[in-house]
């Protein structure tokens, strides 16, 4: 069972991811030409909310005996939403520290990424236990960045962006460790694809914003 996981991380997964990181990129483009920045932003809220109503129609299923997972085509498709409405954020730091610094954020996000991904998937550590000690962390975090838009101090917001790579850096190491131990099967395959998307696009964005402040 832990090999064939394992070989499901390597052949289904990454690939997946690496496809949902170019959805997520026409989405942007799409954005960019077409859909208003007043639009776009709420795009996020409207994954948010679809993710919710996926949730409970799976419980539901559940109940009722069957198995549901979200399929690849839904995964995709929130992907697409979440490239449309970041493109705003993205637009901001292109014109406050210029596309050289937003491409050098991804080459910095994809290359943390790749090493933890790698090592999670190699090592004989387990992280799958780091859950619920991540889940208060994340909380504590929307919070502290919900108080920041009234605390405008670098100091503050570095602290927030350091906070906000560390807690999805160590999200990369728990995903990919779950996935090695949890009875991982190909149902699991388009939520372990969103689950790393999202892991390495909060990464990204948390990479900009230190970058943004330390250029300013």
């Not at 994954?47 to 109503?53: A, E």
């Amino acid at each position: 069972m832990y090999s064939t996981s394992k070989n499901l991380i390597i052949q289904s997964v990454f690939p997946k991811f690496v496809g949902s990181l170019f959805i997520a990129f026409i989405g942007m483009m799409i954005g960019f030409a077409f859909i208003p920045a007043s639009v776009a932003v709420f795009m996020p809220f409207v994954v948010v909310v679809l993710l919710i109503i996926s949730f409970f129609v799976k419980l539901r299923k559940r109940k009722n005996g069957y198995s549901s997972y979200l399929s690849l085509k839904t995964v995709y498709f929130f992907v697409f939403l979440m490239g449309i409405g970041i493109y705003p954020s993205i637009a901001f730091y292109i014109s406050d520290i210029g596309a050289v610094y937003v491409l050098l954020a991804f080459a910095i996000t994809t290359i943390v990424f790749t090493l933890l991904a790698v090592y999670a998937y190699i090592t004989k550590q387990d992280f799958s236990g780091l859950g619920s000690f991540l889940f208060v962390a994340l909380i504590s975090l929307i919070l502290l960045n919900i108080a920041g838009i009234w605390i405008q101090t670098d100091i503050f917001h570095i602290g927030l962006s350091l906070a906000g790579i560390l807690i999805f850096s160590a999200y990369v190491l728990h995903d990919i460790s779950r996935m090695k131990r949890s009875g991982f099967s190909e149902e699991n395959v388009p939520e372990a694809v969103l689950d790393l998307f999202l892991d390495f696009l909060n990464i990204f964005l948390d990479i900009l914003r230190l970058i943004s402040i330390f250029k300013d």
